[in-house]
């Protein structure tokens, strides 16, 4: 017991003083592609840190000790919301110990909240699944819903830091702009998706197949969070030999020999997808994404 | 406007004008008739009435184009040359460009579905109960000494909320056959600057790791031996802690605690009787973390709990002193699907323990320090986001009886059916050297979870 507090007072003693230099605005995402648009519409202002780093399933971000280092130096932490995070956020504030940050805290910036959101449940059941509950959250994937996501992360870094309003504002419009002029590319490039039926792992493309007129024909699992059972396997490889279904996507946290099965089962291309900036070496910002993922399903769409 | 609304409009305004001309009391030809100018006198004002609906739809569509966005403007029609003997119509008056006032268009709207937003934002005054969990956990065990039994273990209500903007309060309430206890019921400060939180009431105390774990939420289906003996089961505590975490690159998180004692199980001392303030039981604890890859962590911790001599009720010192160290392998890409646990516990309790019995020949109690040690070490895998195949160890001594040694190996198969939903098979093989004792143990573990669920930091 003596030797525990010994110690606590030597690390006391070893913490490192505070400097008093001009600081940062220290900024947590949970994931890669919030903190690309923070960079952006923060610019030199903030140092920016991000939970995931792309490759992972962002309803399963292992909990690391370091991760409630990094929050309790929070000014901010900025989410994609939705309760797409749930698995590991809520727990690592808690453990932050930050009042800053606290769900509904000023220092909380749900990026969801300029966002029409699609499959809101009718009524909540986990026999629904139980990872989207208020909707599917997986907003990233749309590029102009990731434009309100900017303006989200704009509006909320104001409101923390309002003598630094105007140059989040400004810097969050160039990048709006630079986003609008990637979307018109976007939908030329995304022309020959156009009506093509589409099975992923996980539903988390709804948004991109409406932004680019594909069409969700259904998930290998079952629902959200819950793993195919053989029944349902069989049944959708059915009803993708009916429907003509031409592409499966495998979001590349998920397993490849389910996915594999179905693609060859049907004689569907399978596609291997980022699901956030970082999945692959080549998505390394938030346009480079949407520019993968694009290219990919093209590819797979044109027979290339 | 969608601008085939337009092509509906002008469709419903001609079929209304032709029904209205079919409609129309031409005079009949037996009671009247007619004349020529008569007859160009009705034409004229049939064509005259034309061009007016003619107009009137031009002027429409031209409203349509202009509400609908992104429609490319409509070249205008070439003019129509006038029949002859009928002067041409005057050309229509442009319609002025029309401006839209987004701020006034948004307010209209907002002010449409007003009643809506007001509908569904209404308060209850059940809106600010808390939420609400309930966990069913239920065993089927055979052993070859105990035979068979259906056991329900528990069923426990969990409820939490936040208290105010300076504290949250959460309480545990369980239901088992021997009756229904407040597990927990405790009160966690979230405002506090510096890294700390103070939490009090009755909780479980921050000594070690598997101590804190509820029985539903171990990885196993029972707590491992040296917990129950010299913990006492789940590390149950009324009193106070006080955590920090300490303002470091690297994770160290310190917890200091005063309890009457530790442990649900722990008869040595009662709730109940009052002491003195320097006869409580104190706890510190220290636990810090290290990634060695994107994947793999360890996890470290040292707890000791002290307990001096409680003097009303007859005990002398006590110290547990429990070394945790728990690695984690999560490859970041497939968390869900692979990895796996393998956490490991070491306690020693050193404690003054009450000797041979006293007898009228030699009426004082003679007490001795005792040192016994116990310890568990288990590894789980994750095969994929349902089977968790893991092997337990335990051994553990008996602090009465330091000769007397007990080891258990216990393998075991967890299958997910959801991430609410547990179905555990386990096999433990039990040996004690002195008295010699043997024992093949079967358990089926069903366990659910209905309602609010909370993934917590101390169960990752």
Known sequence: MRRLLLVLLAIVA????????????????????????????????????????????????????????????ADVVILMGLEAEH??????????????????????????????????????????????????????????????????????????????????????????????AAIARWQQEAAPLKGKKLVSYHPDLIYFVER???????????????????????????????????????????PAGLAETVAKATGAKLVELPAMVGGVPEADNYIAFIDYNIRALVKAATGG | MHPSAAVWIRRIIASALGILLAAAPFPAPAQQAPGDAQLR????????????????????????????????????????????????????APVPPMTVDVEE???????????????????????????????????FSHSRENKSNFEFRSGEIGISASVDPFARAYAIINGTPDGVEVEEAAIVTTALPWGF???????????????????????????PLVLDRFIGGESQADGVEVNWLAPTPQYLAFTVGAYNKIGAANDRVDNRIPRDISEFTFLGRLHTAFSLTDSL??????????????RNVGLKPRNVFGADFTVRYAPLSQAAYRGFVWGSEFLVNHETRPGITPTEDSPDQIFRVRDAFGGYSYFEARLTRRYYPGVLFEYVQDIDRPASRTWALSPYFTIWASEFQRLRLQYTRLETNSPKQTDDQFFLQWTIIMGSHAHSFRDR
């Open chain 1, 14 to 73: 070893l913490l490192p003083a505070d400097a008093g230099a001009a600081k940062k605005i220290q900024v947590v995402t949970t994931i890669p592609d919030l903190a690309d648009m923070t960079r952006k519409v923060a610019g030199d202002l903030a140092d920016v840190s991000s939970i995931a780093t792309g490759v992972e399933d962002i309803h399963a971000v292992p909990m690391k000790p370091k991760f409630a280092v990094l929050l309790n130096r």
């Open chain 1, 87 to 180: 698995a590991f956020l809520p727990a690592l504030l808690d453990a932050s110990r930050n009042p800053k940050i606290r769900r509904d805290a000023p220092g909380y910036i749900d990026t969801s909240v300029y966002v029409p959101v699609l499959e809101v449940p009718s009524r909540l059941d986990r026999s629904l699944g139980d990872q989207h509950p208020m909707g599917n959250p997986h907003i990233n994937l749309d590029p102009v819903r990731g434009k309100s996501m900017v303006r989200a992360i704009a509006d909320g870094l104001a409101r923390n830091f309002p003598e630094h309003a105007s140059t989040f504002q400004k810097n969050a419009a160039a990048y709006t702009k630079e986003l609008d």
């Open chain 1, 212 to 254: 680019f007129g594909l069409e969700a024909f259904g998930t290998i699992e079952m629902r959200p969070g819950i793993d195919p059972t053989p029944s349902h396997v069989a049944d959708l490889i059915e009803r993708m030999r009916q429907a003509k279904v031409e592409i499966v996507v495998r979001e590349r946290h998920y």
């Open chain 2, 297 to 310: 962590g360890i996890d470290v911790g040292l707890s000791d709990a002290y307990t001096p001599e409680v």
């Open chain 2, 197 to 223: 939180t103070v939490k009090g009431g009755r909780f479980f105390a921050e000594f070690g790791r598997l101590s804190t774990f509820h029985d539903h939420d171990l990885p196993f289906v029972n707590r």
């Open chain 2, 41 to 92: 006198q009705e034409l004229d004002a049939v064509k005259e009435q034309l061009r007016r609906v003619e107009q009137q739809m031009r002027q429409q569509e031209e409203l349509i184009r202009r509400l609908s966005p992104g429609t490319p403007p409509v070249a205008a029609p070439p003019a129509t040359p006038g029949a002859p003997g009928v002067a041409a119509p005057p050309r229509p």
């Open chain 2, 105 to 139: 268009l948004r307010r209209m709207i907002l002010a449409d579905i007003q009643p809506q937003l007001t509908a569904a934002n209404k308060t209850f005054a059940s809106q600010f109960n808390p939420a609400i969990g309930f966990i069913v956990d239920t065993v």
